[in-house]
């Protein structure tokens, strides 16, 4: 606790005096109307501030200097004055904005490279009025080609990827997440911190050379810069979050820090084992700059986060079946779990800008991970049968035992590994161009002990059976150490041309990738191109086209048998997108439609196999398959004045195995050879459907709902140790809809100044519905065998219903 605390007084900023003037005033619209979050900024200074609920503003600038102010706002033409300043001087300026012609007020905030790429930029307000359990990237999940169906966990596939394929990057830092989490139970926060965000931007695919070596997507965060002193205070029956933020009187030194306690006990409670339920999560993380002078800035991004997992499991009780086959299976429990996962992210960065057209940046960080994951659970079971005959007095009560047996699962997993980074980047424009450079080196450390098995027992006989022996039905027992390096580099140039016809943008890269682990180099060149025809109605076109190979990183390298492939290669696939937006008003209001279709080749594949969350690798680069699938997305203001989308996703996604084949015997007694070929893939989600929906009284907008609902088909699976195309069964479809209704009792007009609640900028009281409609939704199962020596699957289930009550208060 000392050590926390002299951590958190660290991150105290220093503050440096000097001369200065305020400015400070009222901005409205022509009206008379307030306006809110218009940007007050200082030109060639990194002093800004965002205008209040009531249009005001006030900010701290240079004395005895000529100054630029700016004042912008979304949907608003923008307005320059130059004004001078005495020291000491306090000068009240207000401002009168006028409505700009042709504008699409959005949720993101688009500039004319944005619309030119694959990028969709988000507004970063929404995770915090998003109803959930979990945290940003639940955002992220309701986007088109973006599946997910585990509230519990943050991780999301995009268009067939798993887990592993998606870059996240925070201020240009990679981040990483713990590797040995096997169920969303487990997973706690993710690294994103919702109350630091200023910007987000988002690629489903056909991203630009610049982003890494990851083969799905890329999720693009920046964290804020702050220009004045602020923070928030979030709590509810999930957790705590605080956050705080400053700047020093000469606007050099900034500071950013937030703290997150999350306790998932409430919600777990609500699924069919029950036990004794003790997660807890925590998280420290800050973000700390300082500008040495006008074209120097230094800067530190740190996180500290400590994920412990207990559960003391005692019964369970699940029904499931058909009306032709209803089951149902009662279990008890001995022995307990305790999981820990620390991690630290560190990274220093140094920004210089000679000029105006040129920035370089140079990163040093590292990232370390202490895991440990321990369970012994003796589970005893009983399988009956259920009465489905309709009309009978015993309809849903159990008529027959069927099965008896258990199970005892043992792990002493432990893992310990840290990535060391050292990159430089860069961006330069010339004319029309936008020239990215990059170069990185990667030295990676794992220490990886892995000492797991099961046993079972059904109807007193252990499975596997054996006349002279005890088998274990799995057991994975082994040690190693895997320590490389990798270099990587990139070069790009975007160049947008304006005919009078067309507006046209090319983006042209290429990546290159080299592990000494396997001495395997590989090249990644990408393209783009955009165009903007000169139509009354307002498209965009793109068609994106490259190669991305992701190198194997911890998991991969693996093989069933606990033994390393030194030979494994990079998973590589071609993509290629076409896809458009249409910006259009519907009722007066400003609306966007955007649809990609895709089509990828994989090859050089490590299957995989999927369990809640955990990812089980082949190995080896022994498959090739595709993904092609359809997006759309419209979102725009369905209520005036909010924004809101629906979003669709067909695809399909399949592979084909090497050496794959099965045995079948009809009644006849005749053997046959299949070799089954493409089959689906464990991300093989046909049919996604998001929507995110937010509405207010219209003459009252302190009282809001927002609506949360997602809709995916079921995902392939099938019994543990086969084959996948032997026994290929589907989850049923995942069905969420989570509600939040919000107050606002703070903000929403001037208090006296006697009012202890007048130092808040707003304070909020939402009631959050997490799963309304109570449905269960399977994430995995538990495979049992009744006394004839069948299996069944019996499903695990997701939370239900939980009503959670929310205090979010900002000053």
């Known amino acids: 606790m000392k050590i926390s605390f002299y951590i958190i007084f660290l991150f105290f900023p220093v503050f ?34 965002a205008s209040d609920r009531f249009g005001t503003y006030s900010l701290v600038v240079p004395a005895n200097e000529k100054l630029t102010i700016s004042i912008s706002c979304m949907g608003y033409e923008s307005q320059t004055i130059e004004k001078q300043f005495s020291s000491g001087q306090i000068v009240s ?3 009168v904005l006028k409505k700009a012609t042709n504008y699409l007020p959005e949720m993101a905030v688009e500039d004319k490279m944005d619309r030119h790429n694959s990028l969709v930029r988000l507004n970063p307000e929404i ?32 268009r067939g990827g798993n887990f592993d394929e998606n870059l996240v990057y925070v201020n240009d830092i990679e981040i990483y997440r713990p590797l040995l989490i096997r169920s969303g139970q487990q997973e706690g926060l993710s690294f994103i911190n919702s109350d630091l965000i200023s910007s987000v931007v988002f690629s489903s695919g056909g991203f630009e050379a610049k982003y890494g070596d990851k083969m799905s997507s890329v999720l693009d965060i920046k964290y804020r810069k702050p220009s004045k002193t602020a923070g928030s205070f979030t709590a509810s029956l999930l957790g705590v979050n605080a956050h705080f933020e400053g700047v020093s009187k000469d606007h050099r030194f900034r500071h950013l820090t937030g703290i997150r306690y999350k306790s998932t006990k409430y919600v777990l409670g609500s699924m069919d084992t029950e036990g004794a339920y003790d997660p807890r999560f925590t998280d420290i993380q800050t973000y700390l700059s300082y500008d040495i002078n006008d074209k120097f800035e230094l800067s530190f991004l740190g996180n500290y986060s400590s994920n412990i997992y207990k559960f003391i499991p005692q019964d369970r009780e699940t029904s499931w079946g058909t009306l032709d086959e209803a089951l149902k299976i009662k279990m008890y429990f001995e022995g307990q779990e305790v999981d820990k996962f620390s991690t630290i992210t560190g990274a220093f960065s140094g920004i210089y800008r000679p000029n105006k057209d040129l920035q ?16 012994d659970i003796l589970s005893q079971y009983y399988l009956n049968e259920l009465d489905k005959q309709l009309g009978s007095d015993n309809l849903g009560d159990s008529v027959a035992n069927i099965g008896v047996g258990s199970y005892l699962d043992h792990a002493r997993n432990y893992l310990n590994g840290y990535v060391f980074n050292a990159e430089h980047k860069a961006s330069w424009k010339t004319n029309n161009h936008f020239i990215d450079w990059g170069v990185s080196y990667k030295m990676e450390f794992f220490d990886y002990s892995i ?53 046209l943008g090319l983006v042209g890269g290429v990546r290159i990738h080299y ?69 259009f008003n519907a009722w007066n209001r400003p609306f966007k439609l955007i649809t990609e279709v895709y089509y990828k080749y994989m090859y050089n594949l490590i299957p995989y196999d999927i369990d809640n969350v955990r990812i089980r690798y082949y190995g080896e680069n022994i498959a090739n398959g595709y993904a092609v699938g359809f997006d759309a997305k419209l979102n725009g203001e369905f209520v005036k004045g909010t924004d809101s989308w629906l979003s669709l996703s067909i695809m399909q996604t399949q592979e084909d195995i090497e050496g794959d084949f099965y045995v079948t015997e009809n009644d006849n007694g ?34 809001q709902v927002y609506l949360n609902l997602l809709f995916g088909t079921g995902l392939p699976f099938g019994p543990p140790n086969s084959e996948r195309y032997m026994a290929m069964s589907r989850i049923p479809p995942y069905r969420r809809v989570d509600i939040g209704f919000s107050k606002q ?67």
Not at 368 to 375: A, H
């Open 745 to 811: 009792i703070v903000g929403n007009k001037p208090l006296p100044n006697h009012n202890p609640f007048r130092h808040f900028k707003s304070i909020w009281v939402t009631a959050e519905v997490f799963n309304l409609l109570d449905i269960n939704n399977t994430i995995s199962h538990i495979w049992v065998t009744d006394i004839q020596g069948r299996k069944y699957a019996v499903p695990n289930y997701l939370t239900g219903r939980r009503i959670n009550i929310k205090l979010v208060a900002k000053f």
């Open 670 to 703: 005749a053997v046959d050879t299949v070799f089954p070929g493409f089959i689906p893939r464990p991300t093989d989600q046909r049919l996604n459907f998001g929507i995110y929906f937010a509405d207010y009284l219209p003459n009252n907008p302190t009282w």
């Open 16 to 49: 440096v005096f000097s001369q200065s003037a305020k400015l400070k005033g009222r901005i409205v619209d022509e009206s008379g109307m307030p306006v809110e979050f218009a940007n007050v900024s200082v030109e060639k200074h990194s002093i800004g501030i």
């Open 515 to 583: 592990w000494d682990f396997n001495n395997q180099f590989v090249a990644s060149p990408r393209v783009a191109i955009s165009f903007k025809p000169n139509w009354d109605k307002d498209f965009m076109f793109r068609l994106s086209s490259g190669f991305y190979h992701q190198p194997p990183f911890f998991k991969e390298l693996r093989k069933p048998d606990g033994t390393l492939n030194y030979d494994i290669n990079a998973q590589s696939s071609v993509h290629v997108v076409f896809g458009s937006d249409y910006q």
């Open 93 to 95: 300026e207000s401002f």
């Open 451 to 503: 000492n797991e098995w099961q046993m079972n027992d059904s109807a007193g006989y252990s499975l596997p059976y054996s006349d002279t022996s005890l088998d274990l039905f799995s057991i994975e027992n082994s040690e190693y150490t895997i320590n490389s390096n990798r270099m990587s580099a990139y070069l790009q140039d975007k160049y947008i041309i304006e005919f009078d016809s067309v507006e």
């Open 360 to 375: 370089l940046k140079f990163i040093v960080g590292g990232f370390y991970t202490n895991e440990e994951e321990t369970y």
């Open 127 to 158: 995770s915090t009025n998003i109803p959930t359990s979990g945290g940003f990237e639940d955002v992220i999940k309701t986007l088109p080609g973006v599946s997910s169906n585990n509230e519990l966990s943050s991780q999301y596939s995009v």
